[in-house]
């Protein structure tokens, strides 16, 4: 194989992702109600702007000019998220029909065009309804999800293939629950360790309620966002802050999920918050449901040290001084990895990802791996012409993915590749400032144009090869 140019095999699956409430907008349509997102980004100063998703690149609306944007960017599968509170608004009882038919309307013109539907159940639009009878700290809210599961796969399981559970728990429990930066916006470290083991819940109870509804041939995964955790240096105090932070990022999750256990580490890191009771016995094999694959979510690698007691933590993990979404984690400092920053100031690192796949491939070699999400915010600027024009984009996107060729040399079994995102979208609390989109959206007018990254990847989907890096 030489260096410049990079094959992927043939059927490899290239696609384009985006999430319901950061696209669809729509918010009050055909029986739609409230979910934690709308009442969170209607709350005076807890997103950029008091931007909300309230009409975001309405897609709801545009669907099939979408669709057919995508058809002409040659991708091969596109994953989106169902919005709970449009099929089922109040997170019990039957769904509504015209909630549904969004999502069959959507996958049909999808397989019309010869896309593959990849539907995400949850990207973190809880119906406001059962974030007021606790949210995911209080495990009926599993008992919920099992059920809305079960609506949709009836719903849909004729059409999509592709089923992801949850899209990163751990931002729902940690970012949501310890950190208050996303929806609900609470900062009890304790009560995110009961949602992030009812959100294992959810995902176990979800892989049975939809093994039960959908064809055989159909395939089910859920997507996690695994930090890449590196300590700053090899001293044992900074290998053991990385450990508690993996145990906190990826080993709450993977622990129930795949080896079935919650490790040791993590439950004795967090004893002076929680004794963990609120696991039952029997809880671990409700979560450990086989699964058909496993999706992996990448942006940039986390670099910690140990802090020793009274300094205060430096914070360079882009959640500035308020409540850490790291429970019980006391005396760990997130440091900046050099080089090159996105408009996130995350930094760009494609070793990252080739680490992270090689660390599932080894933990989970019978699963087949997809990168669910990768991509990059820039601070694009249409040209006088209307065009936009993002090389640093493509330089991230060209570096990334020959990190996954890089992984698949090595011997890990990845089968797709999910640019995020499609387009311009609701970037959650930094609402409409950062531009993640292959494809330009005017806020105003709503045009979209896709930018020179978007034809890149398209030229990379016809000839499933990647090109030297700068042609
Ligand atoms: C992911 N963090 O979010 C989400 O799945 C997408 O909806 C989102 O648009 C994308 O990445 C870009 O941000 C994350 O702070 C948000 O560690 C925050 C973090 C990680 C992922």
């Known amino acids: 194989m030489s260096d410049t140019t990079a094959t992927f095999p043939e059927g490899f699956l290239w ?32 997103t950029a702007g008091g931007d909300t998703g309230d009409v975001a690149v309405d897609h709801y609306h545009r669907r099939t000019e979408d669709v057919r944007l995508m058809a002409g960017l040659g991708v091969k599968a596109y994953r989106f998220s169902v919005s709970w509170p449009r099929v089922q608004p109040t ?9 549904l038919d969004f999502y069959r309307g959507l996958a049909d013109e999808l397989l019309e065009a010869g896309i593959k539907p990849v539907l995400t159940l949850y990207h973190w639009d809880l119906p406001q309804e059962l974030e007021t009878a606790g949210g995911w700290p209080e495990r009926d809210t599993a ?26 728990p751990w931002c729902s429990a940690f970012l949501g629950y310890a950190a208050g930066v996303h929806a609900p916006g609470r900062t009890d470290p304790a009560a995110a360790l009961r949602a992030a083991h009812h959100l294992n819940l959810a995902h176990g109870l979800a892989v049975d309620a939809l093994r039960a509804e959908l064809p055989a041939r159909a395939q089910i995964s859920v ?23 993996d145990a906190l990022a990826t080993r709450i ?19 002076r918050l929680t004794d963990w009771s609120f696991v039952r016995d029997g809880d671990v094999a409700l979560i450990r449901r086989p699964l058909d694959s496993i999706g992996l979510n990448y942006y940039t690698p986390t670099v910690v040290s140990a802090t020793d007691g009274d300094a205060p933590p430096e914070r360079a993990d882009g959640h500035g001084g308020g409540a850490s979404p790291w429970p019980a984690a006391d005396h760990v400092a997130f440091h900046q990895p050099p080089g090159e920053r996105t408009a996130m100031g995350w930094t760009v690192d494609p070793t990252g990802l080739t680490d992270l796949l090689l660390r599932f491939s080894a933990d989970a ?24 024009h993002d090389p640093d984009r493509i330089a991230y996107l060209h570096g990334h993915i020959g990190a996954v060729h890089r992984a698949m040399r090595e011997g890990a079994d990845v089968r797709g ?47 499933g090869a990647l090109p030297a890096p700068g042609l």
């Open 91 to 99: 997170g019990r009882g039957p769904a509504v029909q015209r909630g």
């Open 15 to 46: 696609g384009t992702a985006t999430a319901a409430y950061q696209i669809e907008g729509a918010a009050q349509e055909d029986g739609r109600t409230p979910s934690i997102w709308d009442t969170f980004s209607h709350t005076p100063g807890k």
């Open 253 to 271: 999750f993977t622990g129930p999920m795949l080896d079935g256990a919650y490790p040791p580490d993590l439950l004795d890191d967090t004893a």
């Open 223 to 245: 997507s996690l966002n695994p930090a890449v955790v590196r300590p700053r240096t090899d001293s044992e105090a900074d290998r053991d802050a990385a450990r508690r932070i």
């Open 365 to 388: 070699p019978d699963l087949p791996l997809y990168i669910t999400e990768n991509g990059a915010a820039y601070d694009d600027k249409p040209e006088p012409d209307g065009s936009v």
């Open 143 to 168: 008992h919920r999800f099992a059920d809305y599961a079960r609506l949709v796969g009836d719903a849909l399981g004729d059409r999509v293939e592709l089923w992801t559970t949850l899209n990163e």
């Open 417 to 463: 590749y999910f640019l995020w995102s499609l387009l311009d979208n609701f970037e959650w609390a930094y609402g409409y400032a950062k531009r993640f989109g292959a494809v330009h959206v005017d806020y105003t007018t709503q045009a979209r144009t896709p930018k020179s990254s978007a034809n890149w990847y398209a030229d990379l989907i016809r000839t």
